[in-house]
């Protein structure tokens, strides 16, 4: 049996079920969650910054992007 590939670096449609709302929305959530972390405008977030950013565990986090 082949293990599935979990992807760490998330992209900003990857937080469509976090923020609820369309394509503008889900870049400024991401951009916020950047901010916070103050991260460069070239570093992808990962899914370790959802969880900081939103407080929740990460078993969360990767059933809600994945």
Known sequence: ????RLRVVL????LRS???GGTKTN???YNEIRAKFQLEKKVRITIYHVRDYF???LEDVIHGIF
């Open 1 to 4: 049996m082949e293990a599935k």
């Open 11 to 14: 992209f900003p449609e990857d």
């Open 18 to 20: 976090f923020s609820g």
């Open 27 to 29: 870049y400024r959530l």
């Open 55 to 57: 407080h929740i565990p």
